[in-house]
């Protein structure tokens, strides 16, 4: 496996804000596409770092900065206007946990497809099966076959969240998804990660929670309007970042 596991360089993505202003359907028939001038604005710009095999590293900054932009951007899906960003092995994406999942299907049938579109045969979805489940709660196991879309919310994350972190895929990618459920199962997500660590596979977080990126990070990448301004020790990064939000 090789020692770079994440590998951003010169990344650029360029989005487009439109000024269209209120139209009738009349109007934009007579007047065609000039009606709907944009302008473009770019969300990340220059944005060089590499992460290696076994790092965790927690990406902080405001608001609309650039972060879920970056993190979908190294997912793969979102493509770079300048630059690329590369992984070197499968991805474990904790960003949207219940994306991939189809209402209609059971939660039984979720799993065996969410796992399978991740590589895992259904001989080793067998094998997990229980510890998906069991992770997940009783209420989850008490629907198996009952449509995904009858589930609450939290039982659609809970499930999400259990599926995703049996995966093989050497690197995760978090977005804000780890405290999910309450206490107890917040707790057991904690947990979860730190197993995955121990496992040596490589993290990279967005959070708001400096409890959380100090918990499971060792190094910080702070972006400040799409750009990356500090890449160093976790402590010190979130004290960059706090000073410049407070002025100090």
Not at 30 to 46: C, E, H, I, Q, Y
Not at 199 to 214: A, G
Request: glycine fraction near 10%; proline fraction near 2%.
């Amino acid at each position: 496996m090789p020692d770079v596991m994440i590998e951003v360089d010169n990344l650029g993505i360029e989005f487009y804000r439109s000024r269209r202003r209120n139209l009738s359907l009349r109007e934009m028939v007579l007047k065609g596409r000039n009606t709907a001038p944009t302008s473009t604005f770019w969300a990340l710009r220059g944005v060089n770092f590499t992460v290696g095999h076994g790092e965790a590293v927690g990406l902080v900054g405001s608001n609309g900065t650039g972060k879920s932009t970056l993190l979908k951007t190294i997912a793969g899906v979102l493509i770079p206007d300048e630059g690329r960003a590369k992984i070197y092995g499968g991805v474990a994406p904790l960003i949207e946990l219940t994306g991939g999942f189809l209402g209609e299907l059971s939660a039984r049938e979720n799993i065996y497809l969410t796992a399978g579109l991740h590589g895992l045969s259904r001989e080793a979805v067998d094998e997990r099966f229980d510890e998906i489940v069991d992770f997940a709660g009783s209420q989850v196991r008490d629907g198996l076959d009952m449509p995904f879309r009858h589930f609450s919310s939290g039982m659609q994350v809970r499930l999400g969240f259990a599926v995703i972190t049996t995966l093989d895929e050497p690197i995760i990618l978090v977005d804000e998804v780890l405290a999910v459920g309450d206490a107890a199962f917040k707790e057991k997500c904690y947990k979860r990660m730190e197993s995955l660590l121990a496992q040596n596979k490589t993290l990279f977080l967005v959070s708001h929670s400096e409890n959380d990126l100090r918990r499971f990070c060792t190094r910080g990448i702070y972006l400040r309007k799409g750009e990356l301004v500090a890449d160093g020790d976790m402590d010190q990064v979130l004290k960059q970042y706090n000073a410049d939000a407070t002025g100090d």
